[in-house]
């Protein structure tokens, strides 16, 4: 089976992986994920929001 392609909702373009870089309390840490060459808008998977934004948002919260 071969992998879909997901595209932006507002504009019907195809994603494209770019290195994005991710601000909360004062921190950044960057990823490679799907966003619209058109409109900027960035699909998170449920894997990253669930996992390593999960992490970063515990650590920086319980300091």
Partial sequence: MADATWKCGKCGVPLEVKKTV???LDRS???DVEVCPKCGAVRIPK???E???A???EQLEDK
């Fill in 47 to 49: 894997e990253l929001a």
């Fill in 22 to 24: 991710f601000s909360y």
């Fill in 29 to 31: 840490f960057t990823h």
């Fill in 51 to 53: 996992g390593r934004m």
């Fill in 55 to 57: 992490e970063v948002e």
